[in-house]
């Protein structure tokens, strides 16, 4: 028995080892100027003795930061989807570059990917916090994760547009690229002038964003706590949820018939935007739905919306465009 304890305890330590070198390792020599830096994410202090040179995207919502700051080129590996349509010629051809480790996903969109994977890759940074993957288990092998913070567990801070300037400041910080993130910021700030101006004053029209579960089940609508809020906002519109403190939470056509919106916003992870569309209006009853008879329904993939990055500002365009020339 004590023979067999002592293999065993053998055994993890190896294989301890083997996570550690595979993992951050080494901590770089060139630091360079602002670092040792650290950055408080989802609660949690994170530190970079350097700016990250092996980065791997586990979601897509760092890319239009990444792109922005001109650091696309050290993403090393990513996984997930990635839709062509978020994206312009420039960043797709940067996308076209990085391996791709997997794009499987669960029936609720989650990414399948196991920690072997992530770790044999060797990064010194790892954008994005999956079910099976967490902070803390790439912590043990000395590897960084970041999160957008709207997507956090248990965020409650209210998002809002500022919150994107404020991430691409913290990436500019990360990356050693404070001044492509002073110019990022300034950039996006006189497009969402220009779009708000092109939006005009509050309509009084009354809407919702939903997410309706294609082939059948559960429709998901968006609260104050999502970025939906904001977007709307924005567009000239009132949310219907708003009284909702919730990010997202399960609602029924009834309720939807109760709170009657002008126009519907219906987000989607991919596929075909009809078949999301058709989800929800083939739901018993919602033919009734005042934006559905008077055709007033949108379908938009999901980054477009949540959670709060440049994508959410090409997302608002989209939305005060689609609906511009109702009264």
Known sequence: MKATRLAATAAASAVLLLLTACGGGARPTNAGPGYPLTVTNCGVDVTFDAAPERVVLLKSAAVPYLHALGVMDRV?????????????????AELDRIPLLTDRTDTSGHLQISK??????????????????????????????LEEPAMCPDATTTPSFDDIYAQMQTYGRVFGRETEAAAAVAALRERMARIQAAAGPASGRT??????????????????????HPQLEAAGFRNVFGDVRERVFEVTVEELLGRN????VLLHSDGDPRAVEQALTALPGAAQLKAVRAGDVMTQLFNFTEPPSPLSIDGLERIVRR???KP
């Open 116 to 145: 072997e994977v992530v770790i044999s890759q060797q990064p010194d940074l790892v954008l994005g916090e999956v079910d099976n993957l967490s902070r803390d288990t790439l912590a043990a092998v000395d590897i960084p994760l």
């Open 323 to 325: 609906f511009a020339e």
């Open 207 to 228: 809407a919702a964003v939903l997410y309706p579960t294609v082939g059948g089940g559960t429709t998901y609508a968006y609260g104050a706590a999502s970025m939906a």
């Open 76 to 92: 090393t590996a990513r996984a997930g989807q990635y839709p062509k349509e978020y994206y312009d010629a420039e960043t797709l």
């Open 261 to 264: 919106p002008d126009v519907l």
